[in-house]
């Protein structure tokens, strides 16, 4: 069982073992990823999902924690999706770098309940691992080179543990240098 140095207050156990703690689209990918044992889940009491709070409450570095956030932009009347997977001591480059990769006009974070209905996962507990199939996961530079790190898991009773290379192996994962500012 992989040690969690990030882990803080929290009580992580391997994911495969505890899917009652993920969104199902996070379930179905994670069981078809090589090593699944290798994710850690834990859970959290919901209220404290928001990355600050978590931190705060569980003692977990806000340095460990990654967002997912979901990007759209237009192009010839087609609506184009993204992830994109931040540092939390970060923000993600949405008109610059995002932008450019969608070949868009204008992208702007998705509207949370278009988000939500489309990802099958919580506002607030929306994870890389589970993303629609054709959609690019954008992941910063920083992100990949990270041990250890934190994730939501589709729902915000929850949060896994994994490390930053497995993120950038996801399906369809591109690892962007200057992702975030």
Same mark, same amino acid.
């Not at 996070?26 to 850690?40: N, R």
């Not at 087609?78 to 969608?102: M, P, Q, S």
């Given at each position: 069982?992989?040690?969690?140095?990030?882990?803080?207050?929290?009580?992580?156990?391997?994911?495969?073992?505890?899917?009652?703690?993920?969104?199902?689209?996070?379930?179905?990918?994670?069981?078809?990823?090589?090593?699944?044992?290798?994710?850690?889940?834990?859970?959290?009491?919901?209220?404290?999902?928001?990355?600050?709070?978590? /931190?705060?409450?569980?003692?977990?570095?806000?340095?460990?924690?990654? +967002? /997912?956030?979901?990007?759209?932009? !237009? $192009?010839?009347?087609?609506?184009?999706?993204?992830?994109?997977?931040?540092?939390?001591?970060? $923000?993600?480059?949405? +008109?610059?770098?995002? !932008?450019?990769?969608?070949?868009? $006009? !204008?992208?702007?974070?998705?509207?949370?309940?278009?988000?939500?209905?489309?990802?099958?996962?919580?506002?607030?507990?929306?994870?890389?691992?589970?993303?629609?199939?054709?959609?690019?996961?954008?992941?910063? &530079?920083?992100?990949?080179? &990270?041990?250890?790190?934190?994730?939501?898991?589709?729902?915000?009773?929850? !949060?896994?543990?994994?490390?930053?290379?497995?993120?950038?192996?996801?399906? +369809?994962?591109?690892?962007?240098?200057?992702?975030?500012?």
């Amino acid at each position: 069982m992989t040690t969690w140095n990030i882990a803080g207050s929290l009580t992580v156990v391997p994911a495969p073992t505890r899917t009652e703690l993920l969104a199902e689209p996070v379930a179905k990918a994670l069981a078809a990823m090589a090593a699944p044992e290798e994710v850690g889940v834990a859970e959290i009491d919901p209220g404290l999902a928001d990355t600050a709070e978590f /931190c705060a409450a569980y003692g977990s570095p806000l340095s460990a924690s990654a +967002n /997912c956030v979901i990007v759209s932009g !237009k $192009r010839a009347g087609e609506v184009r999706f993204a992830a994109a997977l931040v540092l939390a001591t970060t $923000r993600a480059d949405v +008109n610059g770098v995002i !932008k450019r990769r969608l070949d868009v $006009r !204008k992208a702007s974070f998705a509207p949370m309940d278009e988000a939500v209905a489309l990802t099958g996962m919580e506002y607030g507990g929306i994870t890389p691992i589970g993303l629609p199939g054709p959609w690019p996961i954008l992941v910063d &530079q920083a992100v990949a080179d &990270q041990p250890e790190l934190v994730v939501g898991s589709g729902i915000r009773g929850s !949060k896994l543990l994994i490390s930053g290379a497995a993120l950038a192996g996801l399906p +369809n994962a591109e690892v962007i240098e200057g992702l975030a500012r």
